[in-house]
C-alpha cells in the first residue's frame, strides 16, 4: 500500500511557476515509476510528466516539454513537478500517480495508487 499527498498548488500568473510535491508513504516508494496527470473542468484526466524509479530517465507531454520537469528523490519519498511559464491551459487538479509498471508514459488505467490532488489555477 503507498499512500500519496500532494501539496505546493495555488493560483499564480501567467508566466508564473509553481512547485508541486508529492510525499508518499511505506518503504516501496522506490520500486515505482512515478507520474504527474491533470484533470481540468469537464475534460479526461491527462498525463503530464512521468519519472523511472532511478530517476535516470523521464517523459513529458509535448503540451508541457520544456517548461515542466520531473524529479524524485527517494531518500525522502518525495516526488516534483517544478514547473515554469506557466499558461492559462495549465489550469487544472494535479495528481501524483504510483505505478507498479516499468514503461514510460504511465496512463490512467495502469496506476496503481493516486493522491487526492492539488489545485493549480493560472491567470492572465
Known amino acids: 500500500q503507498v499512500q500519496l499527498v500532494e501539496s505546493g498548488g495555488g493560483s499564480v500568473q501567467v508566466g508564473g511557476s509553481l512547485r508541486l510535491s508529492c510525499a508518499a508513504s511505506?518503504?516501496?516508494?522506490?520500486?515505482?515509476?512515478m507520474a504527474w496527470f491533470r484533470q481540468a473542468p469537464g475534460k479526461e484526466r491527462e498525463f503530464v510528466c512521468a519519472i523511472a524509479w532511478s530517476g535516470g530517465t523521464t517523459y513529458c507531454a509535448d503540451s508541457v516539454k520544456g517548461r515542466f520537469t520531473i524529479s524524485r528523490d527517494n531518500a525522502k519519498n518525495t516526488l516534483y513537478l517544478q514547473m515554469t511559464s506557466l499558461k492559462p491551459e495549465d489550469t487544472a487538479v494535479y495528481y501524483c500517480?504510483?505505478?507498479?509498471?516499468?514503461?514510460?508514459?504511465?496512463?490512467?488505467?495502469?496506476?496503481?495508487?493516486w493522491g487526492q490532488g492539488t489545485q493549480v489555477t493560472v491567470s492572465s
Open positions: 511505506g518503504r516501496t516508494f522506490s520500486r515505482y515509476t
Open positions: 500517480a504510483a505505478d507498479s509498471g516499468l514503461i514510460l508514459p504511465v496512463t490512467p488505467k495502469r496506476v496503481d495508487y
